[in-house]
């Protein structure tokens, strides 16, 4: 099971360990993520796929291993650094400002604000009507799922060329989901996209590599229509059946 | 507790504090008692405002904040003195050199406590970012350690405070006497919490100090150095100290090297009550603590702090994180 071969990767993560405390959390993890694919990571819960996300952004320093965006290493660099280089974060709690309005939560991610940022704000609004309606309310008293909106499309106003997201579908209604995975799918026009998901339907919804995590490793990789049909990958590390 | 009683809980203990004492007070004595009340809580919410901010951005608890306060008090000492021997303003009958000497001795203290709070957050904070005890420990130590310098400096004994000689005296208002300077701090007050609102409110530096105050690690992954951020709060908090120390001095017309001990209890409490991290939580902390504390102290003189330790607990009681929890 091979990724596309011939593009070259815009991520390229190599034998990174990184340590929560005393835990060591990744014990070799190694993938790479091409351009114009959502790549999903997957793997039962405590294996190593947040904390991959987390080591990628900066905010876990790997103790071993390489990190490289676009052939630059970015493994030594701190989080502002790395988003700087066009990395776009979406935490598992969504990390939005609750007290600010929605327009402000924007202002924060904007690290320009010139004409093509503004441009990038209209296709977010059609993307993502609700956060238009909603742009002078605090974020707080947002629905989740408009909650989910405003912290997938925060860091696309920079243009990010990388989009990491982590448990999009959490904590939301199956209707929201699907609406979700709609407009993430619009993305995919504008961004790389890094998704760790345990929901498994938004998963394959989505995603066009995969790469399985277990106990700190990425122990497969592939296309996701191939993980949708073998069964036995499912069940040995998802510990599910079907596509739910 | 319903949603609109928590809303206007706030409202309704100011106005409670505010005007309980007019069944106790004579109106005149009672305008008096106020305008003081009002000036002490503003020179607190200088003092509150700084500490607040430093707690709500960078979560550190700084027990050195009371040294950076005596030390704005110095600096305000020595150049207020030291301007007025060049040009003779504090002791002009103009009103306008007078304030143009105390504003310019507020300054240089502002920038000078601004360059020691950037340099005892680079040097004693940082390496203790994201522990409170360590903090605590080191806060209490670089406190110790600048207020020796002070009686290094400035020598242990107290001094005199210089006031310029129009900020003495009293203006009588309809029969009613109110104290010049009181009157002065608040407006002083008041247009330095506006200027802070604005900034806090209306700038980009601001949005993104408040996004700080919620969620620090994801200003980092939003591309901004959190560090710098955080030299900056401490360098702004600091100066606010410092103009809170001048201020204070000119209040109390005295300065001595352990004033910021006594300030930083005050400012804890009202830090606390108002909310940490909450810039209007201060200004209403400040102004209910100086209020009673006048009201009190005229009242019932010898239970003058305990009523302001009574506040804290009654607040705490209701509200554990504060009049405004939810920031500026």
């Known amino acids: ?244 | 507790m319903s949603s609109p009683w928590k809303r206007w809980l706030p409202t309704l203990i100011v106005l409670a504090i505010f005007l309980s004492p007019l069944l106790l007070i004579n109106p005149k004595t009672y305008i008096t008692i106020t305008i003081s009340g009002l000036a002490m809580g503003m020179l607190l919410f200088l003092v509150s405002s700084g500490f607040s901010l430093i707690f709500g951005f960078l979560s550190v608890l700084n027990l050195a904040h009371g040294a950076l306060f005596a030390w704005g008090a110095y600096i305000g000492f020595t150049s207020f003195t030291l301007i007025n021997q060049w040009t003779g303003w504090g002791g002009s009958n103009s009103i306008f050199l007078n304030i143009i000497i105390f504003l310019l001795a507020l300054i240089v203290a502002g920038l000078l406590v601004a360059l020691l709070g950037i340099i005892t957050e680079r040097l004693v904070i940082r390496p203790v970012y994201g522990s409170h005890l360590f903090q605590i420990f080191i806060t209490v130590g670089a406190m110790i350690v600048m207020e020796e310098l002070i009686r290094i400096v400035w020598g242990p004994n107290d001094e005199v405070m210089p006031v310029p000689i129009n900020f003495m005296g009293s203006w009588d208002f309809f029969d009613v006497v109110v104290s010049r300077y009181p009157l002065i701090a608040i407006i002083i007050g008041l247009v330095l919490y506006l200027v802070i609102l604005t900034i806090l409110r209306k700038t980009k530096i601001g949005t993104i100090v408040r996004a700080g105050v919620e969620n620090p690690e994801m200003v980092q992954v939003m591309g901004h150095n959190i560090y710098r951020y955080f030299t900056g709060v401490f360098a702004a908090g600091s100066a606010l100290a410092a103009i809170g120390g001048g201020m204070w001095a000119t209040f109390v017309k005295s300065i001595h090297p352990a004033m910021g001990g006594e300030v930083i209890v005050f400012a804890l409490i009202v830090a606390i009550i108002g909310g940490l991290g909450s810039m209007t939580g201060s200004v209403v902390g400040a102004l209910m603590v100086g209020l009673s504390y006048n009201y009190v102290a005229y009242l019932v003189p010898k239970a003058a702090l305990g009523i302001t330790m009574l506040l804290l607990v009654i607040i705490l009681s209701i509200r554990p994180t504060g009049l405004f929890p939810e920031g500026t």
């Open chain 1, 1 to 244: 099971m091979e990724v596309d071969p011939v593009a070259e990767p815009i991520l390229k993560v190599e034998g990174i360990h990184s340590f929560i405390g005393k835990h060591h959390i990744l014990q070799g993890v190694s993938f790479e993520v091409h351009p114009g694919k959502v790549t999903v990571l997957l793997g039962r819960n405590g294996a190593g796929k947040s904390t991959t996300l987390r080591t990628i952004i900066g905010l876990l320093s790997p103790s071993q291993g390489t990190i490289l965006l676009k052939n630059r290493a970015i493994h030594h660099m701190k989080p502002y650094q790395i988003s700087r280089l066009g990395i776009g974060f979406v935490p598992e709690d969504r990390g939005i400002y609750n007290l600010l309005t929605v327009e402000e939560n924007f202002r924060v991610a904007m690290l320009q604000e010139e004409r093509k940022t503004r441009e990038m704000l209209k296709t977010i609004f059609d993307i993502f009507p609700d956060l238009k309606k909603f742009w002078k309310a605090k974020a707080g008293n947002l629905s989740g799922g408009q909650k989910q909106m405003l912290a997938i499309a925060r860091p696309l106003v920079n243009r990010n060329e990388l989009l990491l997201i982590d448990e999009p579908s959490k904590g939301l209604a199956p209707i929201v989901i699907d609406h979700l995975i709609d407009s993430i799918n619009k993305l995919k026009e504008f961004t790389v996209i890094i998704l760790v998901e345990q929901n498994f339907y938004m998963a394959s919804s989505l995603g066009d590599d995969f790469y399985l995590f277990d106990d700190g490793k990425t122990v497969h990789q592939g296309q996701m229509e191939e993980l949708v049909r073998n069964e036995e990958l499912k069940k040995k590390y998802l510990g599910i059946s079907g596509t739910n």
